[in-house]
Nanobody, 125 residues
Framework: QVRLMESGGGSVQAGGSLRLSCVNF????????VAWFRQPPGKGREGVAV???????RYADSVKGRFTISRDNAENTVYLQMNSLKPEDTAVYYC???????????????????WGQGTQVTVSS
């Protein structure tokens, strides 16, 4: 059963923008963390941005000021707007959801229960 469905990946040149979407079938009332993670080629999975069940967000230092996460509860969708993309942003991006809201370690992949299938983002120099 699909619980999270990502879309919006693609290939762009450095400095370009992409918007990722994650349709969230896990939460029906806007509660619980939804986060974006990424896995660069040959590296481990890392947290990028998270929107908590209460209105709060957190970002990895590497994307602060460039990426924006937002949540549309009416559409059950979480977005990741990515601007000023860099080649080092190249990765498979995953949407993940937790059954509850938490702030501490909100960018730790081990604390998320549901994962999407991933979408590739490639940034060329």
């Amino acid at each position: 059963q699909v619980r999270l469905m990502e879309s919006g990946g693609g290939s762009v040149q450095a400095g370009g923008s992409l918007r990722l979407s994650c349709v969230n079938f896990v939460h029906t009332s806007g509660t619980g963390n939804v986060a974006w993670f990424r896995q660069p080629p040959g590296k481990g999975r890392e947290g990028v941005a998270v929107v908590l069940g209460f209105p709060s967000t957190r970002y990895a230092d590497s994307v602060k000021g460039r990426f924006t996460i937002s949540r549309d509860n009416a559409e059950n969708t979480v977005y990741l707007q990515m601007n000023s993309l860099k080649p080092e942003d190249t990765a498979v991006y995953y949407c993940a959801a937790a059954t509850h809201s938490f702030y501490s370690e909100a960018l730790s992949p081990n604390l998320y229960d549901y994962w999407g299938q991933g979408t590739q983002v490639t940034v060329s120099s």
